[in-house]
C-alpha cells in the first residue's frame, strides 16, 4: 500500500486501500464476500484515523519523508495482511503500534542507523516549543539542548513513545493513551518517570510533580 502523509486523520484512507474495500464491494453477494468487505471497511477506518501520525513518527524516527512512507506502508501492508488477527487483540492499537515499531526498528537496522529523532528538524522545533517551555522551570536545559535530546533517547521504550508523541507530535494525553493502547492515567505516569529520569540524566533537581 502506497502511504501518503497528506491523509488527516478521519479523512480518506491511501489508494490501495479503498481499492481494497473496493474489490471487497464488487465479492459476490454472499455471507463471506460480505463479511470481507466489512474487514476492509474495519481496516480502511482504522488505517485513516492513525495514518498520518504514524508518517510523523517513522517521520522523526528515519529522518526522511520518503522513508517514512515506504515505513508506514509495509506496516500497513502487514497489518492488512494480518487484520483478522489484530482485531483479536487485546488492544488493536497497541497491537499496530508495535507493527509500526517493529517496521521502523527493521528499516533502521538494515541500514545499520540508529533512530535520528535528534537530528530530525522538526524534533527540534517541536521540543524548543513544548518540551522545553513545559520543563524549564525543573530541568536547567536550556543551555544544553543537544543533552536533552540525547537524554531523551535513553529513555526506556514506554517513556519515550509517550515523550514524543505528547511533546514531539503533539498529542493530548487522551489522544497518546489510545495510540498505544493504555489508560490516560499510564500516560501520566510514564510522563512523571519520564521527567525523573530526564532529570537525574541532566543531573539536574526535578520540579514539582516529578518526585515520588
Same mark, same amino acid.
Given at each position: 500500500m502506497s502511504a501518503e502523509d497528506h491523509q488527516p486523520p478521519?479523512?480518506?484512507?491511501p489508494p490501495a486501500v479503498c481499492?481494497?474495500?473496493?474489490?471487497?464491494?464488487?465479492?459476490?453477494a454472499s455471507h463471506d464476500g460480505d463479511a470481507h468487505r466489512r474487514l476492509m471497511l474495519s481496516f480502511d477506518?482504522?488505517?485513516?484515523?492513525?495514518?498520518?501520525l504514524w508518517l510523523r513518527y517513522a517521520h522523526t524516527q528515519s529522518g526522511s519523508r520518503e522513508a517514512a512512507q515506504h515505513i508506514v506502508g509495509d506496516a500497513c501492508r502487514h497489518l492488512l495482511?494480518?487484520?483478522e488477527h489484530a482485531l483479536r487483540q487485546e488492544s488493536l492499537t497497541e497491537?499496530?503500534?508495535?507493527?509500526l515499531k517493529e517496521h521502523v526498528a527493521r528499516w533502521l537496522s538494515e541500514r545499520g542507523l540508529r533512530?535520528? %529523532? *535528534?537530528?530530525?528538524a522538526a524534533f527540534h522545533a517541536a521540543a524548543r516549543k513544548a518540551l522545553l517551555h513545559e520543563l524549564r522551570d525543573e530541568?536547567?536545559?536550556?543551555?544544553?539542548e543537544i543533552g536533552l535530546y540525547a537524554a531523551i533517547g535513553r529513555l526506556p521504550e514506554r517513556q519515550y513513545d509517550v515523550v514524543v508523541l505528547r511533546y514531539v507530535l503533539g498529542c493530548t494525553e487522551e489522544e497518546v493513551a489510545g495510540y498505544l493502547g493504555f489508560e490516560t492515567a499510564a500516560v501520566r505516569s510514564h510522563i512523571r518517570y519520564a521527567k525523573r529520569k %530526564? *532529570?537525574?540524566?541532566?543531573?539536574?533537581?526535578?520540579?514539582p510533580g516529578t518526585g515520588d
Open positions: 478521519g479523512s480518506a484512507a481499492a481494497a474495500a473496493a474489490a471487497a464491494d464488487g465479492a459476490p477506518a482504522f488505517d485513516a484515523s492513525h495514518h498520518r495482511d494480518h487484520w497491537y499496530a503500534w508495535t507493527v533512530p535520528l %529523532l *535528534a537530528e530530525t530541568f536547567a536545559v536550556l543551555e544544553g %530526564l *532529570a537525574r540524566e541532566l543531573r539536574t533537581a526535578p520540579g
